[in-house]
């Protein structure tokens, strides 16, 4: 194949896969790349291929030559969860006990991930100290999961549709081998975000449906935000040849906001449907905002030499993420009126909270060549510290603590490289009782607020908080990943 | 994977990062039962919890549970919860569970046996419907077969869910569930007289208590201030006659004693005889009372007394200690709109508002029946709203009783018949329950659990 054709195609095939919109990344699991998926996620200073632009731009200097990758990551991602049992107050049996409910487990049903896609492409167009990127990626992550409508989560979500493609654009340069410097410019653009739960429409003083209400109703968000700007600069020092540094941070504050619709369902069909008003005419149109985290990484690897050759590396890294700008995620319907029957609901404002925190994770990993220029293996393992509190688990996002392990490797054909990686990801199971559980159940139509205690707009069993918490519970999470990629060097 | 999940957890274990709160403490501990020492369709199923709590036990023949008691009123750490109605010599499973104000507990299932019944336990027929339809509550009876006295508190399928066997050779014929829904109280009258009895006995059999009270009548009421009100025997010399009147008297937990009113004070033997026997003047079997809007000033209490013998109902204000009213043969202030209507040796009463049920027992030729009246008492009349006539015809020589329930319901009690019948204004009888053969039924109540019980006429 003739080397324009070759970049044409890649170029193309980018383009055709951010427009399918299917099973892309979502908030993020581990990182892209066969080599620094391989190693465990420990490639900040090494940074020595395309997916520099992500994790050390200032790495592409390392890159003497052009090379064209694209690879994909398939991934299964098992998420379990069993709602604690609770009481069912709205449905006392005979003689008024509140029935003792408990809740099947439930399963991402969607847990298949087969179009994950890194394509990109580097080079220094001739200049000797210079490395250039471009590069169009999904972030690692679990993009859809979809939960059972009557499950036990569904107070929480019941649906989650990430599509997430990132296009980086990135320059580096390098003083001779001894440092380098290099930026990405990030555009971040998703063409679908949906996200669905189940609400309590129940306009009735005093709700308290903790397992179930006739006013069950589906609200289902779905929108895009094609453009949020980001950017990520990097560095990396050689001060011997044997040991180098890297360090690289996603610098903007961003946020995604979608310009979203919103549908609304009553679960168990009623005569009337939900109509949605603002100011008496039909209406719709809301707001989604997640806000996106800041990142620092800093990395250090040793480097056995053997002459010019590195014969292996050991890398030790350093992640640390601001998801703590995650509060809430923000459903905001700027007016809108559901109206049933002769019954107005305001929507208002549907804060799902989050309370996340900063995270930190370490990652270990390494090459080693087995066969000088043609076969190298690698392996790394990581830990990653719990993105949200225990209280405010939700089955949306993998929050716990997370674990993991990869090995890989690479063979060279050629000019081609054929790299693959295994990767295992597992969050450890996180129990959540009820008492400590601040996920709580939306119910717009309610009257009950801060502090909770008014009893005649507030549930009797609920006191002190805005109505059952949903989140309680036993949470299990693995992920199997496969990253396949292909290199053409020239 | 299975395995490694393990390993991840067990890791998250020894790093003791945040992977959750994996202790349940506010789950229920200690959880046991055992068949009940003294009623053996009840057991105690007893836990406890780490934290202040709130439960019920659900329980059943099979694994499946289905049926659950009463969620417990206050918190507590130490519990203790009856079930009613068990069938003795049988298994159950049973489960515990708790709410702590957030959380909700459970324990295993686990399985208990219950004891052997007493011999002399009745058995019961039941026919109709048990719906709310039908009949949908709890009687508290006493049943006498011969010697032997039994109280049972039997459910609309006519199993008894509770029973208390009286001391042989005693008559029981009131039993009430005690104000505090804990105990059942009962009269235990000595044919003799002087060693008659209330006797209060605690629903989970644990503790008996009782009163003396020579002379004790037919009936007695619990009232609020913790003492009882009770007819006693009041026995006087009129023209050179030895005749056995009767008194409401209050009795304290002390055996304390002090009149009401004595019916000797309202009326005169010379002129009201009645048609008692061997002395029997007034025969009062039946007393009710309306404890007015206080229930701890008992002085606006308003007592009413059915004197059998002279086929008369009074009613007795306690602040005037006077007979008020009077309906029936002896010197009435109120009349009966026709002369067919008069009761006659009437039994229970049941009293409220301006209506009142009585169990007419002779008024009719041929047969009892039941009787409701609109009292009117600036009209000074009293005029039949209802009335029941069994067919074939049942005919009762002491008590009996009809009880209102909702939906235009009548609960006929023919004590002597041995035999409860749930009747609706179309007169269709709607359920029935019958003794043994040869059995006679006292003055019941109804209630809707057993659980926490409370007193309906």
């Known amino acids: ?490 | 994977m299975k395995r490694a999940e393990r390993a991840v957890a067990l890791a998250c274990t020894f790093l003791a990062f945040g992977c959750g709160d994996e202790t349940k403490s506010f789950a229920p501990t200690d959880v046991q039962a055992g068949p009940n020492p003294v009623v053996a369709t009840l057991t105690q199923v007893t836990w406890t919890t780490s934290a202040p709590s709130i439960g019920y036990v659900s329980y059943g023949l099979t694994q499946s549970l289905g049926t659950t008691t009463t969620l417990e009123a206050q918190d507590a750490t130490t519990h203790e919860v009856n079930l009613y109605g068990l069938t003795p010599n049988t298994q159950y499973y049973y489960q515990v569970v708790t709410w702590d104000g957030a959380d909700a507990g459970e324990s295993s299932i686990q399985t208990l046996t219950t004891g052997a019944p007493p011999s002399d336990l009745p058995a019961f027929t039941k026919t109709g419907d048990t719906s709310e339809n039908g009949m949908d509550e709890i009687v508290l009876l006493p049943v006498t077969v011969g010697a032997s006295s039994v109280i049972v508190a039997v459910a609309p399928s006519g199993q008894v869910l509770w029973y208390h066997v009286a001391d042989g050779g005693q008559t029981v014929t009131r039993v009430r569930f005690s104000k505090d829904g804990t105990s059942v109280l009962y009269g235990s009258i000595d044919p003799a007289g002087q060693n008659s009895e209330i006797i209060r006995v605690a629903l989970d059999g644990k503790s008996q208590v009782t009163w003396k009270v020579p002379g004790l009548g037919p009936d007695f009421v619990e009232l609020s201030n913790g003492n009882f009100a009770a007819i006693v025997a009041d026995t006087q010399t009129s023209n050179g006659a030895t005749l056995k009147g009767d008194k409401i008297v209050e009795i304290t937990p002390n055996d304390q004693s002090t009149d009401i009113v004595s019916m000797w004070s309202c009326f005169d033997p010379a002129k009201f005889p009645g048609d008692g026997t061997n002395g029997e003047w007034t025969g009062a079997d039946a007393l009710t009372v309306n404890e007015g809007a206080s229930t701890t000033d008992e002085s606006d209490d308003v007592f009413y007394l059915g004197l059998r013998n002279l086929s008369t109902v009074v009613e007795v204000p306690r602040a005037s200690g006077k007979c008020d009213w009077v309906l029936g043969a002896a010197a009435p202030t109120l009349a009966f709109d026709t002369a067919a209507n008069a009761f006659v040796h009437q039994g229970g009463l049941v009293i409220s508002g301006t209506s009142l049920l009585v169990l007419d027992a002779d008024g009719a030729p041929g047969t009892s029946r039941g009787m409701q009246y609109a009292l009117d008492l600036n009209a000074k009349t009293a005029t039949e709203t209802w009335t029941y006539t069994p067919s074939p015809a049942v005919h009762v020589t002491s008590l009996g009783a009809v009880s209102p329930l909702t939906g235009n319901r009548w609960l006929v009690n023919w004590s002597t018949a041995g035999k409860l019948e749930l009747v609706n204004d179309m007169n269709q009888v709607l359920w029935s329950l019958t003794g043994p053969a040869g059995s006679t039924f006292g003055y019941h109540v109804r209630t809707d659990s057993i659980d926490a019980p409370e007193n309906k006429p």
């Open chain 1, 1 to 490: 194949m003739k080397q324009p054709l070759f970049l044409a195609s890649a170029v193309l095939a980018a383009l055709t896969l951010s427009g399918a919109a299917r099973a892309d990344g979502g908030y993020f699991e581990g990182v892209k790349g066969a080599h620094a998926s391989g190693r465990g996620g420990a490639f900040t200073a090494r940074a020595d291929d395309v997916s520099a632009v992500e994790l050390n731009p200032a790495g592409l200097a390392h890159i003497d030559t052009t090379i064209v990758t694209i690879g994909n990551r398939f991934s299964y991602n098992e998420r379990t969860y069993q709602r604690n049992p609770t009481l069912d107050w709205a449905h006392p049996n005979s003689n008024g006990a509140p029935p003792y409910v408990t809740f099947a487990k439930v399963k991402n049903k969607t847990p298949w991930q087969a179009l994950d896609p890194l394509i990109g492409i580097a080079s220094n167009l001739g200049l000797k100290d210079w490395g250039f990127g471009f590069a169009v990626y999904s972030p690692a992550g679990t993009a859809r999961e979809v939960y059972p409508d009557d499950g036990g989560q569904r107070y929480m979500m019941v649906r989650r549709n990430a599509q997430i493609i990132d296009y980086n654009l990135s320059a580096a340069w390098k003083f001779h081998e001894l440092f380098g410097v290099g930026a990405s410019l990030q555009w971040i653009a998703v063409p679908t975000l949906e996200y669905g739960l189940v609400i309590d429409g129940d306009p009735f003083a005093k709700a308290g449906n903790p397992v179930s209400s006739d006013y069950d109703i589906n609200a289902r968000v779905k929108g895009q935000d094609l453009f949020t700007l980001n950017a990520i600069l990097g560095a990396w020092v050689r001060p011997t040849p044997n040991f180098e540094f890297g360090v690289s941070g996603q610098v903007l504050p961003s946020e995604i906001d979608t310009k979203s619709k919103l549908s609304v369902n009553f679960v168990t069909p009623k005569g009337d449907s939900v109509t949605l008003v603002r100011n008496n005419a039909p209406a719709n149109d809301v707001t989604l905002s997640l806000p996106l985290p800041m990142t620092a990484r800093l990395g250090a690897r040793y480097r056995y030499l053997d002459g010019d050759r590195e014969v292996f590396d050991v890398e030790v890294d350093g992640v640390y993420e601001t998801w703590s700008r995650v509060n809430r995620f923000r459903l905001d319907s700027n007016g809108i009126v559901a109206q049933y029957q002769k019954q107005f609901v305001n929507v208002g404002v549907i804060d799902i909270a989050k309370n996340w925190r900063d995270t930190f994770g370490i990652h270990v990993g390494g090459d080693v060549s087995v066969v000088p220029k043609v076969a190298t293996v690698r392996a790394g393992v990581y830990y990653e510290t719990p993105v949200a509190d225990p209280s405010y688990s939700n089955i949306d996002f993998t929050d716990g603590p997370e674990f993991g392990g990869a090995v890989g490797g690479s063979v060279n054909v050629g000019k081609v490289e054929i790299s693959a990686a295994a990767e295992y990801r597992a969050q450890a199971t996180v129990y959540v009782a009820d008492s400590n559980a601040r996920v709580y159940q939306q119910v717009p139509g309610s009257t009950c607020t801060a502090p909770y205690a008014d009893t005649s707009a507030c549930n009797a069993h609920y006191l002190g908080v805005p109505s059952p918490p949903v989140n309680g519970g036993t949470y299990n999470a693995y992920s199997v990943v496969a990253t396949l990629e292909a290199t053409y060097r020239f």
